[in-house]
């Protein structure tokens, strides 16, 4: 479905498990633990794990992205 890349994590964020993959030409950063998944999605009879939109609203404020942070709160999303 996609290749893996070389990773290149960023010691602010001290992230212990981190993957980068690529697909479709679009870069993907993965780093989620088994405890973290909320839900599965299938997309081409792949079973892919989703952590919640509440965990992603609290990575982005921690790494200073209120962009992404205005982004979820947004009424209209």
Not at 35 to 55: G, H, N, Y
Request: aromatic share 10%; with cysteine.
């Amino acid at each position: 479905m996609g290749r893996r890349t070389p990773t290149a994590p960023n010691p602010a964020y001290r992230t212990r498990c981190f993957e980068e993959w690529q697909v479709d030409g679009v870069e993907h950063d993965c780093s989620l633990l088994p405890e973290q998944i909320a839900e599965w999605v299938t997309v081409q009879d792949q079973r892919i794990p989703l952590q919640s939109l509440a965990d992603w609203r609290r990575y982005y404020q921690l790494m200073d992205r209120p962009e992404k942070v205005r982004m979820i709160d947004a009424p209209d999303r």
